[in-house]
């Protein structure tokens, strides 16, 4: 059975200890919770030298470009519920997810829907 961990981990230096300690065999780093997209990719090198997959988790639209961007991304998670949350949501064809080809992260969301939701967070 494959373990993988790293959705609430924060810092680099326990998924180095993670993965250096083969106590992973798939980690899931999440760019909302590390330092951001660079920490993320520092992450997603040391784990691709010990070629460990990456299954970034949370907000599929954030991770599918650097997810994408690395030969041990493996998988996104789906999360039906967040769609209507954007204007566009991530096209998936044949069980893949498809990077867009626009600049950025691709992210933009749905203002309208967002402020129905005030208060209830």
Excluded at 23 to 43: L, M, N, S, Y
Excluded at 56 to 61: G, I, N, Q, T
Excluded at 87 to 103: F, H, Q, T, V, W
């Amino acid at each position: 059975m494959y373990v993988a961990a790293g959705e609430w981990i924060y810092h680099f230096d326990i998924f180095e200890k993670l993965i250096r300690g083969r106590a992973v065999d798939i980690v899931q780093p999440d760019v909302c919770r590390v330092k951001g997209v660079t920490e993320w990719i520092k992450i997603a090198k040391f784990a691709e030298e010990y070629d460990v997959p990456l299954a970034p988790h949370f907000v599929m639209d954030l991770h599918v470009h650097l997810a994408c961007a690395f030969p041990n991304g493996l998988t996104i998670e789906h999360m039906a519920w967040l769609t209507p949350l954007f204007k566009k949501s991530l096209a998936i064809e044949d069980g893949y997810a498809i990077a867009p080809e626009i600049g950025g992260h691709g992210v933009e969301f749905d203002e309208m829907v967002l402020g129905s939701l005030s208060g209830t967070l």
